[in-house]
């Protein structure tokens, strides 16, 4: 059973927006933190962004902070990540993820991965 499915990674000039969808299954989004990581070309995968399954206080990466929001809608199972002012060095494959162990897992080492959606920044 597939858990996480991204959506929404394009290609964006440097300066745009991009909103990146993740729809997870119920049982994972019921018991689950969420966040975000991207893997840039040639680097490691790096932690983005989280949102508490309880409380929704948010974490970000000092190199997003005030330029991305997460976001979730308890309704359709979907968690959210808005990008704005993007510039090429935010080029990443993007993954949705989620751990029952809350925000801390998720900003350290989450469980559950989602196949990835391609971000390009270029002009």
């Known amino acids: 059973q597939v858990e996480l499915v991204e959506s929404g990674g394009a290609l964006v000039p440097p300066g745009g927006s991009l909103r990146l969808s993740c729809e997870a299954s119920?049982?994972?989004?019921?018991?689950?933190?969420m966040g975000w990581w991207r893997q840039a070309p040639g680097k490691e995968r790096e932690f983005v962004a989280a949102?508490?399954?309880?409380?929704?206080?948010?974490s970000y990466a000092d190199s997003v902070k005030g330029r991305f929001t997460i976001s979730k809608d308890n309704g359709k199972n979907t968690a959210y990540l808005q990008m704005n002012r993007l510039v090429p060095t935010d080029t990443a494959v993007y993954y949705c993820?989620?751990?029952?162990?809350?925000?801390?897992?998720?900003?350290?080492?989450?469980?559950?991965w989602g196949q990835g959606t391609q971000v390009t920044v270029s002009s």
């Open positions: 993820v989620a751990d029952r162990g809350g925000s801390y897992a998720v900003i350290n080492g989450p469980s559950t």
């Open positions: 949102i508490s399954r309880t409380t929704g206080i948010e």
């Open positions: 119920e049982r994972t989004f019921s018991t689950s933190a």
